[in-house]
């Protein structure tokens, strides 16, 4: 129900935007949310937003970098991504939370807190 696109092979410093789509009764009213999967290494938070788009939580390691956004016309959630460097290469994952349970100020982070995945789009950053 979620299907992530936009991935690639960029070159470091370049820019790249995700996409995610989804259907119009998940994305109406859930959170959601940007993880990343490192070649060896575990899947770790890379930015969430709200349901209502007002608010957004980003990992210490893309702060000030990347920007994650929604359009609730077109149920697709957006994660921009500038100054690409290698550290950034890994599968990038798009997920939704459901609006109820633990608040999403405190669990934004937690691979648990998400019910819908999509299936990854890779990105490479080549220096």
């Known amino acids: 129900q979620l299907q992530a696109s936009g991935g690639g092979l960029v070159q470091t410093g370049d820019s790249l935007r995700l996409s995610c789509a989804t259907s119009g009764r998940i994305f109406s009213s859930y959170h959601m949310g940007w993880f990343r999967q490192a070649p060896g290494k575990e899947r770790e938070f890379v930015a969430a937003v709200r349901w209502s788009g007002q608010t957004t939580y980003y990992s210490d390691s893309v702060k000030g970098r990347f920007t994650i956004s929604r359009d609730n016309r077109k149920n697709t959630v957006y994660l921009h991504m500038n100054s690409l460097n290698s550290e950034d290469t890994a599968v990038y994952y798009c997920?939704?939370?459901?609006?109820?349970?633990?608040?999403?100020?405190?669990?934004?982070?937690?691979?648990?807190?998400?019910?819908?995945w999509g299936q990854g789009t890779l990105v490479t950053v080549s220096s």
């Open positions: 997920a939704a939370a459901p609006p109820g349970g633990t608040d999403l100020s405190g669990s934004y982070d937690y691979t648990g807190r998400y019910e819908y």
